[in-house]
């Protein structure tokens, strides 16, 4: 399974006072990733939140897809942005070569470690060659939960890296660690990767 319950669930009940929090501006990450893709592309987005980010991707003149595990977050999106986000969980994916660029922006951080290769083995069969990826992770060192019941896969970097390199076809071109906040209040460290699919 690639999502997990609990973590539906919060977000499910929690999904107003997340936007309010965080669904307001779009993620700094996302305009550098849009200048790599040809103008007018398709952009799958996993994990749209509140819509902020497929927003910004439709602005930029994309098409977007944008999905969710989450009901509640689906509507919140379509009602404040008009994004004609659906749901769908990961493993839903079964896209092949239909988009330019796939951005998870702190979405794939809720896979259980044991799906992440089937996940992204989905996500490079539905980007076409050439296509994009992005996504951020929270790190650590085992898997588990936040104060607040959100699972996390807690991966190291080197990790994330050799789970990426083993995806046949795929280059990872960009990563970056920092250190940032979330909704729990609990500064971690963060780990973004940029990967093209050759």
């Known amino acids: 399974m690639s999502t997990d319950p609990d973590t539906i669930a919060f977000y499910q009940t ?3 006072h997340y936007v309010l929090r965080f669904g307001q501006a779009h993620s700094y990450q996302l305009d550098p990733f849009l200048d790599r893709l040809p103008a007018g592309g398709s952009v799958l987005e996993l994990g749209c939140g509140g819509g902020q980010d497929a927003a910004r991707i439709k602005a930029r003149g994309f098409a977007v897809d944008a999905t969710d595990a989450t009901p509640a977050m689906v509507r919140k999106a379509n009602e ?3 994004v004609g986000a659906r749901v769908m969980a990961f493993d839903g994916l079964d896209a092949e070569a239909a ?3 796939v951005w998870a922006h702190a979405s794939l951080l809720h896979c259980p470690r044991a799906a992440l290769p089937d996940v992204l ?4 069969r539905a980007l076409v060659p050439g296509g994009w990826h992005f996504a951020s992770y929270k790190l650590g060192e085992t898997e588990g939960r936040d104060p607040l019941g959100r699972f996390y896969n807690f991966p190291s970097a080197e990790w994330l890296v050799a789970l990426y390199e083993a995806v046949p076809g795929w280059q990872v071109v960009e990563t970056c660690h920092y250190r940032s906040g979330g909704f729990d209040n609990v500064e971690r460290d963060w780990f973004d990767l940029v990967v093209q699919k050759a």
Do not use: F, L, V
């Open 14 to 16: 929690r999904a107003p």
């Open 80 to 82: 404040r942005w008009g």
């Open 99 to 101: 988009y330019d660029g």
């Open 121 to 124: 083995a989905r996500i490079h």
